[in-house]
């Protein structure tokens, strides 16, 4: 399978759970609006989140699937499933315990991530109400992440990308059926959605099951102590405890910047949260569907090259990863900048959103925007030093961002205020993918290929036709007027969307850009 049918894979299986998060995330703001409850509920649902892209998607993954890789390639099939069996083993114990401690521990966890919510009434007690209910959610979710490494390594692309949508699924029939519900029973609705995130880990956990199944390569768990002893001190366990430690302090740098972040947030006005949480859910459709989608893909084809010692096979996958990073990435961050308020309205602007959100939803989108380049490109970059089991790199460059992105908070905060902590985030992963790529390049891990400045220019040459068409479709309407009418409203914004598509290929097509060109490599280095 060719790079780019794969990434298409994921992509395409991802926008379908985009999609559906969105209703989710519609059908939410209409039903709650966004106050001090949502704040409540968004922070408990960042707490198993947290830590879900700290352990499960973070530093397990990036340590668990180079690991994985490239074991299958040098010792096969046989000792790669002994491994499987004994990281699923440890894994799954230590879960446990972590569960049970996680929510015990909810009243501190929720006051380290937003004490701010004690100025809201019963807003910090239902906010560690919540946490409890859906905490056990990061051990159904690091189990699927453990599913999602095998699955991948034998590109087998399509459960992984599609398991995110029972979440939102089960979210939705929380807030149509169970949220009435517990309204009818004297009990605050938005509790029905935190009982929908239980649900939901379980199902995508479920249905990892027959697909591992069919393979061969469904773990079996050990169960007595002395096979627990063999599994912990497994060489290949240990290799990935080992490359854990730095990268979990890489991917904790992040997660700290955004427990800063929610904090500073829950002391701005009421609402703050809720409105980051919304402009962040809209600005992980590109994120996921380029980002994810080339990270999932390049990592263990990365990683197998680099076991083989392909050193020209693996700079090309870099280097064909940054191309489709420019080409589909800038022209989504020049949508956020331009057409922020349009999307924001069209999307979420019913029930008990109000005007003012709108505004303060785009601002934040806006800033996100000015980064998403960076955003998109690490998920390319990292997986370039993690495929050389290389951790510590990535952690040195994501303290440094930390610190920078607090000083960009400083400066930025009490003048744009929520809006400032979203560009903050964005100008550090500038500077995060930045430091990456000079990295690669002077290791003469990546060597970019000639082309790079016409390929430059052409882009560039459609980013400027994109934003002065985006720029006049978002005066020619009132968007926030447009509420009476929303079906009106969303047609208005599909059409203008094809047309944006339109003006950018155009102008690459014009300009000669060699898109083709990008699928030819993809199928030679697949």
Same mark, same amino acid.
């Given at each position: 399978?060719?790079?780019?049918?794969?990434?298409?894979?994921?992509?395409?299986?991802?926008?379908?759970?985009?999609?559906?998060?969105?209703?989710?995330?519609?059908?939410?703001?209409?039903?709650?609006?966004?106050?001090?409850?949502?704040?409540?509920?968004?922070?408990?649902?960042?707490?198993?989140?947290?830590?879900?892209?700290?352990? %499960?998607?973070?530093?397990?993954?990036?340590?668990?699937?180079?690991?994985?890789?490239?074991?299958?390639?040098?010792?096969?099939?046989?000792?790669?499933?002994?491994?499987?069996?004994?990281?699923?083993?440890?894994?799954?114990?230590?879960?446990?315990?972590?569960?049970?401690?996680?929510?015990?521990?909810?009243?501190?966890?929720?006051?380290?991530?937003?004490?701010?919510?004690?100025?809201?009434?019963?807003?910090?007690?239902?906010?560690?109400?919540?946490?409890?209910?859906?905490?056990?959610?990061?051990?159904?979710?690091?189990?699927?992440?453990?599913?999602?490494?095998?699955?991948?390594?034998?590109?087998?692309?399509?459960?992984?990308?599609?398991?995110?949508?029972?979440?939102?699924?089960?979210?939705?029939?929380?807030?149509?059926?169970?949220?009435?519900?517990?309204?009818?029973?004297?009990?605050?609705?938005?509790?029905?959605?935190?009982?929908?995130?239980? %649900?939901?880990?379980?199902?995508?956990?479920?249905?990892?099951?027959?697909?591992?199944?069919?393979?061969?390569?469904?773990?079996?768990?050990?169960?007595?102590?002395?096979?627990?002893?063999?599994?912990?001190?497994?060489?290949?366990?240990?290799?990935?405890?080992?490359?854990?430690?730095?990268?979990?302090?890489?991917?904790?740098?992040?997660?700290?910047?955004?427990?800063?972040?929610?904090?500073?947030?829950?002391?701005?006005?009421?609402?703050?949260?809720?409105?980051?949480?919304?402009?962040?859910?809209?600005?992980?459709?590109?994120?996921?569907?380029?980002?994810?989608?080339?990270?999932?893909?390049?990592?263990?084809?990365?990683?197998?090259?680099?076991?083989?010692?392909?050193?020209?096979?693996?700079?090309?996958?870099?280097?064909?990863?940054?191309?489709?990073?420019?080409?589909?990435?800038?022209?989504?961050?020049?949508?956020?900048?331009?057409?922020?308020?349009?999307?924001?309205?069209?999307?979420?602007?019913?029930?008990?959103?109000?005007?003012?959100?709108?505004?303060?939803?785009?601002? %934040?989108?806006?800033?996100?925007?000015?980064?998403?380049?960076?955003?998109?490109?690490?998920?390319?970059?990292?997986?370039?030093?993690? %495929?050389?089991?290389?951790?510590?790199?990535?952690?040195?460059?994501?303290?440094?961002?930390?610190?920078?992105?607090?000083?960009?908070?400083?400066?930025?905060?009490?003048?744009?205020?929520?809006?400032?902590?979203?560009?903050?985030?964005?100008?550090?992963?500038?500077?995060?993918?930045?430091?990456?790529?000079?990295?690669?390049?002077?290791?003469?891990?990546?060597?970019?290929?000639?082309?790079?400045?016409?390929?430059?220019?052409?882009?560039?040459?459609?980013?400027?036709?994109?934003?002065?068409?985006?720029?006049?479709?978002?005066?020619?309407?009132?968007?926030?007027?447009?509420?009476?009418?929303?079906?009106?409203?969303?047609?208005?914004?599909?059409?203008?969307?094809?047309?944006?598509?339109?003006?950018?290929?155009?102008?690459?097509?014009?300009?000669?850009?060699?898109?083709?060109?990008?699928?030819?490599?993809?199928?030679?280095?697949?």
């Amino acid at each position: 399978m060719s790079l780019f049918k794969a990434a298409s894979t994921v992509s395409v299986l991802t926008l379908f759970s985009r999609v559906t998060g969105l209703a989710r995330d519609l059908l939410m703001a209409t039903l709650f609006g966004a106050n001090a409850l949502t704040d409540a509920f968004n922070v408990a649902f960042r707490i198993p989140n947290l830590f879900r892209r700290l352990f %499960a998607e973070g530093a397990f993954s990036q340590a668990f699937v180079p690991v994985l890789a490239g074991t299958r390639a040098q010792e096969g099939d046989a000792a790669t499933k002994q491994l499987i069996d004994r990281v699923a083993t440890v894994l799954a114990w230590v879960l446990l315990l972590f569960s049970v401690l996680g929510v015990l521990a909810a009243p501190l966890l929720v006051w380290l991530l937003a004490s701010g919510l004690r100025q809201e009434g019963d807003s910090f007690d239902a906010a560690v109400m919540m946490t409890r209910w859906m905490f056990p959610y990061i051990a159904c979710m690091s189990l699927v992440a453990l599913s999602a490494g095998v699955l991948n390594t034998w590109c087998r692309y399509a459960v992984p990308a599609a398991t995110p949508v029972l979440l939102n699924i089960s979210m939705i029939v929380a807030a149509i059926i169970l949220a009435p519900w517990f309204v009818r029973h004297g009990i605050e609705p938005i509790y029905a959605m935190a009982v929908g995130v239980m %649900a939901g880990g379980i199902l995508q956990l479920a249905v990892q099951i027959p697909a591992l199944k069919k393979m061969g390569l469904l773990p079996r768990l050990a169960w007595r102590p002395s096979q627990i002893r063999i599994a912990w001190h497994d060489g290949g366990v240990r290799r990935i405890l080992g490359l854990m430690a730095p990268a979990l302090l890489g991917v904790g740098v992040a997660q700290i910047s955004l427990m800063i972040n929610t904090q500073i947030a829950s002391y701005l006005q009421p609402g703050s949260v809720t409105w980051l949480f919304y402009a962040d859910r809209l600005m992980e459709f590109p994120t996921a569907l380029l980002g994810v989608a080339l990270g999932v893909v390049l990592t263990p084809h990365l990683a197998a090259a680099k076991a083989a010692q392909d050193s020209s096979n693996y700079s090309a996958m870099l280097d064909w990863g940054l191309r489709m990073v420019f080409t589909l990435a800038l022209p989504c961050a020049v949508g956020l900048l331009f057409f922020a308020k349009p999307l924001v309205a069209s999307l979420f602007h019913y029930g008990a959103l109000h005007d003012s959100d709108v505004t303060n939803i785009a601002t %934040a989108l806006m800033g996100y925007g000015v980064g998403l380049l960076g955003l998109v490109a690490i998920k390319v970059l990292a997986p370039g030093y993690y %495929a050389s089991q290389d951790m510590r790199t990535p952690v040195k460059v994501a303290v440094f961002v930390l610190v920078l992105t607090q000083a960009f908070n400083a400066a930025l905060v009490p003048v744009l205020g929520h809006a400032g902590l979203a560009l903050s985030i964005g100008l550090g992963a500038l500077v995060n993918a930045l430091w990456l790529l000079i990295g690669l390049v002077r290791r003469g891990a990546y060597m970019p290929t000639p082309g790079w400045g016409r390929f430059g220019f052409q882009v560039l040459a459609g980013l400027i036709a994109l934003a002065m068409f985006l720029w006049w479709a978002s005066q020619w309407l009132d968007w926030v007027a447009l509420r009476q009418t929303p079906w009106l409203r969303i047609a208005h914004l599909s059409w203008m969307l094809a047309a944006s598509a339109v003006v950018y290929f155009g102008v690459l097509w014009a300009a000669r850009c060699d898109l083709r060109g990008l699928l030819r490599i993809s199928r030679r280095l697949g």
